[in-house]
């Protein structure tokens, strides 16, 4: 199993900017999918972005053009450089590690989650 430990959250003034680190204890290179995710308290957890491993991302609306999502396999590491923070981008950010290896029988289907970070943009 694989784990995920987020860092770099924090409390910044609107405006300013902060860089999501998430450590994975193995190997990445072969995951399929590695997103990033945020929820606020008596809300569903949202996509905030995510990389697939042949490099495509995604983003939400909401933070399309201010948000960079960027994985390093060597390191085993993903990023989230966030730009010009909203008051509305508060919340826990979250990890997360999906896929299939299909080559098991069955098919292993993996979903590993961080334990999150907070970040708190004041206004």
């Known amino acids: 199993q694989v784990q995920l430990v987020e860092s770099g959250g924090g409390l910044v003034q609107a405006g300013g900017s902060l860089r999501l680190s998430c450590a994975a204890s193995e190997s990445i290179r072969s995951v399929q999918v590695m997103g990033w995710y945020r929820q606020t308290p008596g809300k569903q957890r949202e996509s905030v972005a995510s990389?697939?491993?042949?490099?495509?991302?995604d983003y939400a609306d909401s933070v399309k053009g201010r948000f960079t999502i960027s994985r390093d396999n060597a390191r085993n590491m993903m990023y989230l450089q966030m730009n010009s923070l909203k008051s509305e981008d508060t919340a826990v950010y979250y990890c997360?590690?999906?896929?299939?290896?299909?080559?098991?029988?069955?098919?292993?289907?993996?979903?590993?989650w961080g334990q999150g970070t907070q970040v708190t943009v004041s206004s």
């Open positions: 990389t697939t491993s042949s490099g495509t991302t």
């Open positions: 997360n590690a999906r896929g299939v290896i299909p080559t098991m029988t069955p098919p292993y289907e993996y979903n590993y």
